[in-house]
Structures are given as structure tokens and as C-alpha cells.
């Protein structure tokens, strides 16, 4: 675990699960945007194992290596969670097209509670680094 008050494994975890989750939502408007368009194909984004591969990794390979006490954390990360993909299976309509606008729908409100649900854990951890910060 990160010695530095702001560079916390948990609240980076958490940021980059919001990132996959904004990336997962413009990918379900992409598809509901495209429902009517002829030969489009239902698009979909698997964050979740690039973030679950990213936190079990020991050590990350291209983090600096702090060779003084003084040097600050890396809080960046390489974990790329736009890739996109073809969802499997539905049904692929006379024009080629396979978006079901149910499952996109549901998709996105499954996708919105999770983001909720992080930012609110983001949110109460913050307040409570605050309350600790002004001795409350």
C-alpha cells in the first residue's frame, strides 16, 4: 500500500473503475445511437479484467521506482479501458444489425448505479480525509 496520504491504492482503483465505466457508457449510447443503422454491430467494453489484472499485478512495469523518500508517487496508470470489442450473440436483424435496445438500456442502468455507487464511496472517503485534515 502507498505510504502518501493521496496516492491511496484503493481511491486509484476507484478511478480507474470510473474510467472504465464512463468508457462502458459511451459505448452503450454509441450503440443506442446507432439502433436504426444498417450493418452496425453492438459494441461493448470488458473494463474489469484489465482493472482485476491491474491490481493483482505485484508491481506495476512502468511505474518509476522512488529511489529516495522525498520522490513523489506515480499515480498514473497505463491500463487502457478503451478497447472495445463486438458483443457476442444477439440477434442480427435483415440489415445486419444486432443492438437490442433492452439490453442496452438495462446495460446502462446497471453501468450508471455502479458509477453512483463508486462516487459516493470517492466522495465519503474524501470527506473523511477532510474531517481528519481540520482536526474534526
Aim: net charge neutral; aromatic share 4%; glycine share 6%.
Amino acid at each position: 500500500m502507498s505510504s502518501s496520504l493521496f496516492s491511496d491504492d484503493a481511491l486509484s482503483a476507484a478511478t480507474l473503475a470510473l474510467k472504465g465505466l464512463t468508457a462502458r457508457h459511451q459505448t452503450i449510447s454509441s450503440n443506442i445511437a446507432n439502433v436504426d443503422t444498417p450493418g452496425y454491430s453492438a459494441k461493448q467494453v470488458d473494463f474489469e479484467t484489465t482493472l482485476q489484472r491491474s491490481l493483482n499485478s505485484p508491481k506495476n512495469l512502468t511505474s518509476m521506482a522512488k529511489t529516495n523518500k522525498l520522490h513523489l508517487d506515480s499515480s498514473t496508470s497505463t491500463a487502457s479501458f478503451l478497447t472495445t470489442s463486438n458483443r457476442a450473440g444477439g440477434t442480427y436483424r435483415e440489415d445486419g444489425n444486432n443492438v437490442d435496445i433492452d439490453t442496452e438500456l438495462m446495460d446502462m442502468a446497471e453501468t450508471n448505479i455502479k458509477y453512483q455507487a463508486i462516487s459516493q464511496r470517492i466522495s465519503g472517503k474524501l470527506l473523511l480525509l477532510k474531517a481528519i485534515a481540520q482536526g474534526g
